[in-house]
Antibody
Framework: EVQLVESGGDLVKPGGSLRLSCATS????????MSWVRQAPGKGLEWVGR??????????DYGAPVKGRFTISRDDSRTTLYLQMNSLKTEDTAVYYC??????????WGQGILVTVSS | QSVLTQPPSVSAAPGQKVTISCSGS????????VSWYQQLPGTAPKLLIY???KRPSGIPDRFSGSKSGTSATLDITGLQTGDEADYYC???????????FGTGTRVTVL
């Protein structure tokens, strides 16, 4: 059974940093492309970014609102996905979901973790 | 502001059919696969349809997807009270180099 468990959510001040983790199991993590998707309170879904498998280059892509501030990385030995968030803004307040990109983007989702950016 | 437009809400009686549209452009739906997601209240989204019309294992065939030109459609037949949820379309946008989601549609079972 595929399992994705996010952690690291917190209340942080504007301009601060936070790192989210997504512990995975139940599938071959090192060959999986992975994404982060977020959802602001009462709003729709927004793609944050993705990381390809190392065999496919391990490259990352980001949505425009977070480009240059957020970094996605992976530790295949720990089957864990990360989201480093810097220069946080109030508009980054959202539930952040870790997802697999198979069979399509969002093939499997974690339960989500709340990040609140507020002074 | 999303580049994929969905109706805010649709509704029908139990057992009936609803159709949800997703309108885009040549840079997204017109040249890329479309997926559909269901988000039940208070839960994480779930993939319903990928590559326009394929269902992941465990998704009943009451849910079907199609694509024509720059629009996509999700049909739900034999509507059940458990289908009350928000539904989103999604696809890659080649111009933006972003994955984009639709505005979302709330399905209500009357």
């Amino acid at each position: 059974e595929v399992q994705l468990v996010e952690s690291g959510g917190d209340l942080v001040k504007p301009g601060g940093s936070l790192r989210l983790s997504c512990a995975t199991s139940g599938f071959t993590f090192n060959s999986a492309w992975m994404s982060w998707v977020r959802q602001a309170p009462g709003k729709g879904l927004e793609w944050v970014g993705r990381i390809k498998s190392k065999t496919d280059g391990g490259t990352t892509d980001y949505g425009a609102p977070v480009k240059g501030r957020f970094t996605i990385s992976r530790d295949d030995s720990r089957t864990t996905l990360y989201l480093q968030m810097n220069s946080l803004k109030t508009e980054d307040t959202a539930v952040y979901y870790c997802t697999t990109d198979w069979p399509g983007l969002g093939g499997h989702w974690g339960q989500g973790i709340l990040v609140t950016v507020s002074s | 502001q999303s580049v994929l437009t969905q109706p805010p809400s649709v509704s029908a009686a139990p057992g009936q059919k609803v159709t949800i549209s997703c309108s885009g452009s040549s840079s997204n739906i017109g040249n890329n696969y479309v997926s559909w997601y269901q988000q039940l209240p208070g839960t994480a989204p779930k993939l319903l349809i990928y590559e326009n019309n394929k269902r992941p294992s465990g998704i009943p065939d009451r849910f079907s997807g199609s694509k024509s030109g720059t629009s996509a459609t999700l049909d739900i037949t034999g509507l059940q009270t458990g289908d009350e949820a928000d539904y989103y379309c999604g696809t890659w946008d080649s111009s933006l180099s972003d994955y984009v989601f639709g505005t979302g549609t709330r399905v209500t079972v009357l």
